[in-house]
């Protein structure tokens, strides 16, 4: 069983929308409700779980019924980080879902990710135990020094950019989660799940990624995936 933990617990909004940008519509239509698509509209994907902040709760109950989103089967509320929503979602999949099951991490505002994303991610996770979407440093990197300018040249092809959504069999995850709260590095590293698995020394298998697989967090990325969704009706109009 694959199940996807969609994160859509934050209410921050640099995009200037008055709302939380996973809830923002575009072309009439929440951005979130783009996201679970992708995974709703997947075959090997068995179910959904939505962590959310309650106060965003009662409409995402409306948008879940209204787009037909039948693989939701549960709602779990969200932290006030990214760790504790994230904590929150496994923590009430406990008794849902077997250890040897698989789980996937995605970010509400994360509409961009393709099939084939989505499946490279399942194919290394159900090989490896864990899978991180991974995209190649395509432009120049160099340093960020002092003043604005930059001395040194960085070989992009020794590093990676690394993307939603993530891969795990869940018995692993738990255990992810378990040695980094007994570490105390929950409160102490970057908040993300692949940021405790390199403080914990685990390996991060790589699966596809691209450029598109973008999160929403400007205006400038609303427009981008505005014009995504346009071509995407085109196309399925010739």
Known sequence: MVTVIIL??????????????????????????????????????????V????????????????????????????????????MGGINN???????????MIQYGAAPF????IVNDVIRVMKDKGSAITATPCYQLLGSNDENATSKTWVDRDKYIQIAC????????LLNVYKRA???GLIEKVEPYTTSLMYALG?????????????????????????????????????
Request: overall charge positive; aromatic content about 12%; some cysteine.
């Open 8 to 49: 859509a617990g934050g209410v921050g909004s640099r995009v200037g929308a008055g709302r939380p940008k996973q809830f923002v519509e575009v072309l009439g239509k929440p951005v979130l409700a783009y996201t679970i698509e992708i995974f709703q509209n997947n075959p090997q994907i068995d179910a959904i779980e």
């Open 51 to 86: 962590v959310c902040h309650k106060k965003w709760k009662e409409y995402l109950t409306g948008m879940i019924e209204q787009y037909g989103l039948s693989k939701v089967k549960w709602i779990a509320d969200g932290g006030d980080t990214f760790q504790d929503s994230v």
């Open 93 to 103: 999949l406990k008794d849902k879902i077997k250890p040897d099951d698989y789980v």
């Open 113 to 116: 990710t393709s099939d084939k």
């Open 165 to 172: 959504p993530y891969g795990f069999r869940f018995d692993y």
């Open 181 to 183: 709260k007994e570490k």
């Open 202 to 238: 685990d390996r991060l298998y790589q699966a596809y990624g691209d450029q598109t697989n973008i999160k929403i967090t400007t205006k400038e990325d609303l427009a981008l995936f505005e014009g995504y969704v346009l071509l995407q009706q085109r196309k399925m109009k010739l």
